[in-house]
């Protein structure tokens, strides 16, 4: 104790160890608030990722072959080059990538980390979007491309579903036809 004009004074004061309790308890709210039940479900329907774009001119190409051990797995979604891409669903950016398949390209988590979208052969990102941003359904992601092995004189987006398995990872989910989840906006 300190002694000051005639009055005892804590070494420590209780403030530190407050605040250290406050920010345990809002973490534990926050872990809490995520593992909820009752927040709402998207019944499957999402949005046409790509602007200006109807859903009577798609094609299902979900079954096609790519090669004698692979099926597309997908739909493309053709449209001019440069063309707005949008978040098919509210979600999380899960991952930005580049390879050679796929070229420039986004996966996309659903709010309850049950579906992944994957956004393909874009010509490039939104400005500013970031692995783990928060976005909203209709959100701009990026444009239509033809990178990867995407022909240069076919720009389109590749888009694809998986439902996510157990240890949460995109890149090991089941295919599903993002064809069936679509609704025209």
Avoid: K
């Avoid at 920010?23 to 534990?28: V, Y």
């Avoid at 094609?59 to 797995?73: A, N, P, V």
């Avoid at 941003?133 to 022909?151: E, P």
Wanted: charged share 20%; net charge negative; hydrophobic share 40%.
């Amino acid at each position: 104790m300190r002694h000051r004009a005639g009055h005892a004074e804590p070494e420590e004061s209780l403030a530190p160890l407050l605040l250290r309790l406050f920010l345990f308890f809002n973490a534990c709210a926050l872990v809490l608030l995520a593992f909820r039940s009752d927040v709402p479900e998207r019944q499957g329907a999402i949005l046409l990722p790509v602007s200006g774009v109807r859903l009577e001119e798609l094609t299902d190409s979900f079954l096609d072959r790519r090669d004698f051990y692979r099926r597309h797995g997908a739909i493309d979604i053709a449209a001019p080059w440069g063309t707005p891409v949008v978040a098919s669903d509210d979600g999380v950016i899960h991952r930005l990538l580049e390879s050679g398949r796929g070229g420039l390209g986004i996966y996309q988590m659903d709010p309850r980390s049950r579906r992944c979208y994957y956004y393909g052969h874009l010509a490039r990102y939104a400005f500013g979007l970031e692995e783990g941003a928060i976005v909203t359904r209709g959100d701009l992601l990026g444009f239509v491309g033809t990178t990867g092995n995407a022909s240069e004189d076919s720009p389109h987006l590749h888009f694809a579903a998986y439902d996510v398995e157990v240890d949460g990872s995109c890149f090991a989910g089941t295919p599903v036809n993002p064809l069936s989840l679509l609704i025209a906006d």
